[in-house]
Each structure stands twice: as C-alpha cells, then as structure tokens.
C-alpha cells in the first residue's frame, strides 16, 4: 500500500480507520481508549508483516471515532429513521452499523460539506462491499441521515 501524504487522503484513510476501530468496539467490547489505542499504536502507519498501514490524519479519527461514541444514540436514531420501519439499526451488518455511526460523527458535526461524507463513506462501503448492494444502500441511508442533519446544505 502507498502511504498517503495529502491531507484529503490522509482524512479518508482516518474514515476507514474509524469504521474498521467502531466495528472492533461493538463486536470485542473494548472500550474507545483500547482500541484508540490499538490503532494508533499497531495499526495506523505500521508496519506488520512485511505490509505497511497507511497513515491517516490521527486528529481526525480520533475526532470521528469519539463523537460517534459520545453522540452513538443521536446518530443511531438517525439511522433508524432513514431505515424502513422493520429494519431498525440493531438489525443491520455491524459493519454497516460501524460506517453509519461514523458517517454520522461528520454530519452532525458541520465542519465536512455533507455530500462529501457522503460520497467519502460511499466508498468506504465498496471497499467492504466491493460485490454488494450495500454501497447504494449506503448512500440512500446516509441521503437521508444528512438532509435531517444539515437540512441547510440540501436547500436552495
């Protein structure tokens, strides 16, 4: 993998790393500290068994993956009512519940122009769902999720 040194790059691989640190969270029962932790330490820009993770704005995902935690039962309400009635939030793949909970960090915080966490959390989900419907589903979801948000960047 080539090591991103732009800062656009450099949020984006933040992106992944929060959805990838949030998943771990829900799925190990860490807490946000161990698994920060984890990532920052082995995983963010390391290098492991000949491969080397790419580096990523640690601002950033530090901001995402704390927000989405401090703020998870907003951003999961959103989530629920962007989803039909019979699919709640708990139902979902974790991983998508991963992606949501971290797209949702940036809607609700006004400092990335919706479409374009959108668009950066679209494809996020083809990178986990390179075969799948998910991506569509995703950005349906996350459509939704940011006119409720940031109802001011969708008018005029």
């Known amino acids: 993998m080539s090591i991103p040194t732009d800062k656009r790059a450099m949020r984006s691989a933040a992106r992944f790393y929060a959805v990838q640190a949030l998943f771990q969270m829900e799925v190990s029962g860490q807490t946000v500290e161990q698994v920060r932790v984890e990532f920052e330490t082995h995983r963010i820009g390391a290098e492991a068994e000949g491969e080397t993770w790419v580096e990523a704005d640690l601002k950033h995902f530090r901001k995402t993956v704390d927000r989405a935690v401090d703020d998870q039962a907003r951003i999961d309400q959103m989530t629920d009512r962007a989803l039909v009635a019979k699919w709640p939030i708990a139902r979902i793949d974790p991983t998508l519940r991963a992606l949501f909970r971290a797209a949702g960090a940036e809607l609700v915080?006004?400092?990335?122009?919706?479409?374009?966490?959108?668009?950066?959390f679209v494809q996020i989900a083809q990178a986990f769902f390179p075969d799948g419907r998910e991506p569509k589903f995703v950005n349906a979801v996350l459509d939704h999720m940011a006119r409720e948000a940031r109802p001011e960047a969708f008018s005029g």
């Open 109 to 120: 915080d006004a400092g990335t122009p919706p479409r374009v966490v959108i668009t950066e």
